[in-house]
C-alpha cells in the first residue's frame, strides 16, 4: 500500500505537536511548557483566538492554572491537548453565533477576525 499525503486535517494535528514542541523546547523541562513559554504560544499562536487572554497576563496565568491539572507549574502535552479540544469546541459554537444549527446548517467566521 502506497503511503497517501497527509489529509489537511492530519496536516493541522501535526501543527498542534510541532508548535507545542516550537515552544516547550525553549527552557527548562523540553517536554512541558513552563509559564513563560506558554505566554509566549499564546502571544504568538493563538492571538486570534485568545485575543482577550493575548492582551492580560492575569487571564494566561489563570488558564494556565486550569489546565495544569498535576499542578507542577508545567503544561505537560496532554494537559496541553485539553486546551485545543476547548477551543476546538468554542470556535464551533462562535461559528453558531447567529447560525443556527439545522437546514443547511451555516458557519460564521468564528474567532478568526
Ligand atoms: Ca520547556
Ligand atoms: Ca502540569
Ligand atoms: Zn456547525
Redesign the pocket.
Known amino acids: 500500500m502506497a503511503t497517501k499525503t497527509p489529509s489537511v486535517m492530519e496536516r493541522n494535528i501535526n501543527t498542534v505537536i510541532d508548535v507545542f514542541h516550537q515552544?516547550?523546547?525553549?527552557?527548562?523541562?523540553?517536554?512541558?511548557?513552563?509559564q513563560k513559554?506558554f505566554k509566549k504560544m499564546v502571544k504568538n499562536d493563538l492571538a486570534n483566538f485568545l485575543k482577550k487572554e493575548k492582551r492580560r497576563n492575569s487571564l494566561i496565568n489563570d488558564m494556565m492554572e486550569d489546565l495544569d491539572t498535576n499542578q507542577d507549574k508545567?503544561l505537560s502535552f496532554e494537559e496541553f491537548v485539553m486546551l485545543v479540544a476547548k477551543l476546538v469546541f468554542a470556535t464551533h459554537e462562535k461559528m453558531h453565533e447567529g447560525h443556527p444549527r439545522g437546514n443547511d446548517h451555516s458557519h460564521g467566521s468564528g474567532f478568526g477576525k
Open positions: 515552544h516547550s523546547r525553549m527552557e527548562g523541562n523540553t517536554d512541558t511548557l513552563s513559554e508545567q
